[in-house]
DNA sequence: TCCTATAGTTAGATTATCTAATTACATTGA
DNA sequence: TCAATGTAATTAGATAATCTAACTATAGGA
């Protein structure tokens, strides 16, 4: 008997792919009656493509030694340059995250020289921050790519339905942002 | 003068909100000549609405004291409750992460007694995992509200629009899945 | 000048991942 | 039959992104 090609990554067997209708049958059993089933098949196919989508940018940063995040904030950097100031604080407030956690990412990113910290001389409690040459430069490095992924995600969609997809997507996410307080 | 009120999370001062537009024209400046910027624009605005989608159902799931992988994990065993032999293995396979992350999660949901570990007898070195009574219990517990959050995210949308929406959506995550080989 | 608010950081925790090493069991083949 | 190899699960130890709470320094009003 010949030898089975060697394992690397998981075990032999695997559980069945069920697809989406025993989600279907689920949501059938466990919905509140006041909830619209057609509604929530939709938002739950879209959280799954959420998952994907941001799985599908991961992998393609990951060639960049960055992350989702990280990036976010170098373009906020970018798309702010030309601001006086620019701190913490209000990158925290922008992305809807602590300012601990603002410091953790730029005490990352200075290290790799891709941001500034300044103080600010108008009032010596606050730090200016801003983009480096190199950060540029590796942002115009990333963007190519990330548009053509991002551009790829929609790819086999014909115009027609690019352009209700569109006018429907940029509903829902206006909504959104709203409900969570967030938004760019 | 008065007092203002005590800031309780961040700064007074802001950054401006710029909206979509500065992304865009970055984008004409940065994108390869063979991207199409339309296509690239709606990638982008799928990556943030999948972002907010995801910040929705965390933040719902929080009341419940669990988060979506977990939750994930606890319906794949409720959909495969019926299955001889669910290890370790197949669920990292399914869920497209690795074996010792699955132990984690396990350990997680174990300790709170939400799923059960049992020694395969037909052969020593596996596992099969269910999830238990009180962990059936739970999902049931979350799954209404679940289903009415994955509903009001497209709540605004017009029948019509639905339709079209799901169509598209349907087939973007399939060929999402499959660029990824995940699924469920 | 003293009190309090604000900005930023640090300390320490949690969650979700990963890789590499370890343990235990199973299988194969000389 | 048993030694070598393979497989399943776990453990150990790391990183990333977040949080809360505590701390330091500065600013500014009464």
Redesign the interface.
């Known amino acids: 008997m010949k030898r089975k090609p060697a394992k690397e990554?998981?075990?032999e067997?695997?559980?069945p792919?069920?697809?989406?209708s025993?989600?279907l049958k689920?949501?059938e059993r466990?919905?509140?009656s006041?909830?619209?089933?057609?509604?929530?098949?939709?938002?739950?196919?879209?959280?799954?493509?959420?998952?994907?989508?941001?799985?599908?940018?991961d992998i393609d940063l990951a060639a960049f030694d960055i992350t989702e995040s990280k990036l976010d904030l170098l373009?906020?950097l970018?798309?702010?340059a030309d601001?006086e100031?620019?701190?913490p604080?209000?990158?925290?407030?922008?992305l809807g995250i602590r300012?601990s956690s603002v410091t953790s990412l730029l005490i990352w990113l200075e290290k790799r020289n891709l941001i500034v910290r300044e103080p600010y001389a108008k009032d010596g409690r606050m730090t200016h921050v801003r983009i480096s040459a190199e950060g540029s430069t590796l942002v115009?490095q990333i963007?190519?790519t990330f548009?053509?992924?991002?551009?790829?995600?929609?790819?086999?969609?014909d115009k027609e339905?690019?352009a209700?997809?569109?006018?429907?997507?940029?509903?829902?996410?206006a909504?959104?942002?709203k409900?969570?307080g967030?938004?760019?």
């Open positions: 990554y998981t075990t067997q695997q559980l792919r069920l697809g989406t025993p989600y689920l949501m466990t919905a509140s006041d909830t619209n089933l057609n509604s929530a098949h939709l938002g739950l196919i879209m959280l799954w493509l959420g998952d994907n989508i941001l799985d599908m940018v373009l906020l970018s798309l702010h601001q100031l620019v701190t604080s209000s990158i925290a407030d922008r300012r115009n963007l190519p548009w053509s992924t991002c551009a790829s995600l929609v790819d086999e969609l339905e690019q209700v997809f569109q006018k429907v997507l940029v509903k829902l996410n909504s959104l942002e409900r969570l967030s938004g760019r």
